[in-house]
Nanobody
């Protein structure tokens, strides 16, 4: 199991930026793929982005965030990041980091953080 703690959420105006962080502990950080998901009120949890294990040479994005969000990892700091630019009100959600896969299905991940709220005002 991996323990994950997200931070960096908050309130931002449309067009603004935020950077989420996810600190990991437990299994060696570079040994597993990781992802970001989000869940808005009344909606299902949806895939945002993922990154492969090791150096993270491959990344994947949902169409809705492609070109605006960037996922990255710093193995020396055991930390996953999500840089979010050009934020839109529809990006408002609780954002979760997850470990154990690079897939777009939430059930392919075996560890989850507690989530961090992102609110984008219009």
């Amino acid at each position: 199991q991996v323990q994950l703690v997200e931070s960096g959420g908050g309130l931002v105006q449309a067009g603004g930026s935020l950077r989420l962080s996810c600190a990991a502990s437990g299994r060696p950080f570079s040994s597993y793929g990781m992802g970001w998901f989000r869940q808005a009120p009344g909606k299902e949890r949806e895939f945002v982005a993922s990154i492969t294990r090791g150096r993270g040479s491959s990344t994947y994005y949902a169409d809705s965030v492609k070109g605006r969000f960037t996922i990255s990892r710093d193995n020396a700091k055991n930390t996953l990041y999500l840089q979010m630019n050009s934020l839109k009100p529809e990006d408002t959600a609780v954002y979760y980091c997850a470990a154990g896969s690079t897939g777009s299905s939430w059930y392919s991940y075996d560890s989850w953080g507690q989530g961090t709220q992102v609110t984008v005002s219009s």
